[in-house]
Each structure stands twice: as C-alpha cells, then as structure tokens.
C-alpha cells in the first residue's frame, strides 16, 4: 500500500464548477499537509500549506484536513481554463522534516 | 517567491554516457537540496538529499555511485546520470529550501536516453 494515495483522474469540469481534489494517507505520523500545482513540463509550485485538522482557505482555493479519518482535500471555486493542471497533494511528519510524500497527482482540465 | 533554476530542461543522450544536471538558487542561498524522480502520472519519488559541503544521502533503493550528487556551493546542486539507460529516462526534480521552511520546486529536466 502506497503511503499517500491520490487519485489520478483525469478530471474534466466547465469552467466556473468546483473542483474537488482528495488525498488518503496511511501513516498517522503525517502532521503538515501541502498541495502543489504542476503544469506540464515544469516543477511544482506550493498553492497551500496545512499543519491542523479543519478548513483554510485562500482566495479561491480551500484545504480540508481530517486527520482521524486521514483524508485531506482541496477545493477549487470558480475554476478557470488557467486552473487546468496536475494538482499534488504533499505530506511530512514535522515542521523540520522536509522529505516530502507525494500522491501520484491528478490531472484537472477546465473547460472554457 | 524564490526562484529555482534547473538546466538544461531537457536533454536527450546516447546509452552509456554521463548527463550533468544543475540546480540553482537564483536569489537565495539554500544549505539544503532535494532531487527527485518523476514517471508519468506518477508522483515524485525522492532520490536524495543534498547537503552544501558534505556527502548527499540518498534513498532506499537509488544507487549512488549511477546518481552522483555534488552540492559544492549554497547556490548549487548538480545530479550527474552515470553511464545513463534508457530505463533512466524520466523527469528530474531539484527542489531548494529557503530558510529551511519551504521547499522551491526547478521546472525539471526531462532525460531521455536513447
């Protein structure tokens, strides 16, 4: 079993829908919770950054952490075509551990 | 945000030779480097932590003599492919942290060896 299991999708949704992105993880020792952004051929970049079980937000964007059930999702409103990308979710098991779990990705397309 | 450089993005090679790939900090100074491994819509795989001025420490798995890892100064990490495969055609990630907090990701390099 993988330790963070996301699925890959594709997701294909119109533009202005919610996008709704989820994450599984096996080990409890997992505390701070990421989610990065991938366009095709280039590196990641950091869209949010979670370390407690609830809601943050940002801007368009949510992260949901449900650390007993070991589930964490993202949340896009009002999607746009620009939102179109690889969406990674990222966990580590402390502050100063900077060895980050990745899922797989999954494959987001907004459709104008 | 900071900027993390990679080169070349992309470079195809013959089997048996070495490939040099660079990992910049453009604006920042990072003690810290990470490389990764990425296959098709498969998640990164770390390789290996590099350390400005000591040895690099790999993964479970990755040979180090074949990923050789240089970080000689705090702007600079390298990933050299030995005598490269085809099965060693992927995408390589460097990532460069910044205070010691977050994690800048390089546009990758994607290897291919033919």
């Known amino acids: 079993q993988k330790e963070v299991e996301q699925d890959p999708g594709p997701l294909s949704v119109p533009e202005g829908a919610i996008v709704s992105l989820n994450c599984t993880y096996s080990?409890?020792?997992?505390?701070?919770f990421m989610w990065y952004r991938q366009y095709s051929r280039k590196g990641p970049e950091l869209l949010m950054y979670?370390?407690?079980?609830g809601n943050k937000e940002d801007g368009r964007f949510t992260a949901q952490v449900d650390k007993s059930s070991k589930y964490i999702s993202l949340f896009i409103r009002d999607s746009q075509p620009s939102d179109s990308a690889t969406y990674l979710c990222a966990m580590t098991r402390s502050s100063n551990d900077y060895k980050l779990s990745f899922g797989a990705g999954t494959t987001v397309t907004v459709r104008a | 945000g900071a900027v993390v450089s990679q080169h070349p993005s992309w470079v195809i090679c013959k089997s048996g030779t070495s490939v040099k790939i660079e990992c910049r900090s453009l604006?920042?100074?990072?003690?810290?480097m990470f490389w990764y491994r990425q296959f098709p819509k498969q998640s990164l795989m770390l390789m290996a932590t590099s350390n400005e001025g000591s040895k690099a420490t790999y993964e479970q798995g990755v040979e180090k003599d074949k990923f050789l890892i240089n970080h000689a100064s705090l702007t600079l990490s390298t990933l050299t492919v030995t005598s490269a495969h085809p099965e060693d055609s992927s995408f390589y990630i460097c990532s460069a942290l910044l205070g010691g907090t977050e994690a800048f990701f390089g546009q990758g390099t994607r290897l291919t060896v033919v």
């Open positions: 979670t370390y407690s079980s």
């Open positions: 080990n409890s020792a997992f505390q701070y």
């Open positions: 604006d920042f100074q990072a003690t810290t």
